[in-house]
């Protein structure tokens, strides 16, 4: 079946614009989460949905990220007024839930390669 | 907040050796896994293992919660195991943490 996908697999933006960036879980799947990651590094949790609910913003590094999730399914991430720290690589997984409020293991999307110039 | 530490940090091997990756981890998870990141940037799942031991082709681990460590063991490497390996565990909440990672290249 399908895996998860993102959209763009690349953006370059402009510093003070904003950007949105989508993801496409697994049919199926209830969380869904997202992660960033600059050159040559590990993976920074960003946030957590399970359904359309986020229990746990406060991984987003700042007010300038949001992200929502509708139908419990695609998701978006939205940076406001982009900086040039932004620029990484963020990638979104899902996972399904298992019996006792367990999740089982994450499936990652391709990413989006974000640039700010 | 939980600490996740993975060693070595780089490792180089001759194709045909074996190896060994460690995760500690600083307090109680939900859940670890362990993730194989490709040069191309694709993250893929290699275990999904909170306790005890699982065996996948020429890749198994084990992790041991009530010491706080898991262990990858790659046995045979080739060429197509180099790459970044992660260890990721689940702490209260579903938030996932990430260990830095050791970076794999294995010499043809």
């Known amino acids: 079946g399908a895996g998860v996908s993102q959209s763009p697999s690349n953006k370059v933006t402009e510093k003070g614009k904003d950007v949105e960036l989508r993801c496409d879980p697994i049919?199926?799947?209830?969380?869904l989460y997202w992660y960033r990651q600059s050159l040559g590094q590990g993976l920074e949790f960003l946030i957590y949905f399970q359904g359309n609910s986020a229990p746990d913003k406060s991984g987003l590094p700042s007010d300038r990220f949001s992200a929502e999730r509708t139908g419990g399914s695609v998701s978006t991430l939205t940076i406001q007024r982009t900086q040039q720290e932004d620029s990484a690589v963020y990638l979104c997984a899902s996972s399904r839930s298992l019996s006792g409020g367990v999740l089982s293991e994450q499936f990652f999307g391709p990413g989006t390669r974000l640039t700010v110039l | 907040g939980i600490q996740v530490e993975q060693s070595p940090p780089d490792l180089i091997l001759q194709e045909g050796a074996n190896s060994t990756l460690r995760c500690n981890f600083s307090d109680s998870v939900n859940n670890l896994q362990w993730f194989h990141q490709n040069p191309w940037g694709q993250l893929i799942n290699l275990f999904y293992i909170p306790s005890g031991t699982k065996q996948n082709g020429r890749l198994s681990a084990t992790t041991v919660a009530t010491e706080r460590y898991s262990l990858l063991y790659i046995s045979s490497s080739q060429t197509t195991d180099s790459g970044v390996y992660f260890c990721?565990?689940?702490?209260?909440?579903?938030?996932?943490?990430f260990g830095a990672g050791t970076r794999l290249f294995v010499k043809a």
């Open positions: 990721a565990v689940e702490a209260g909440g579903f938030k996932t943490i």
């Open positions: 049919s199926g799947h209830t969380a």
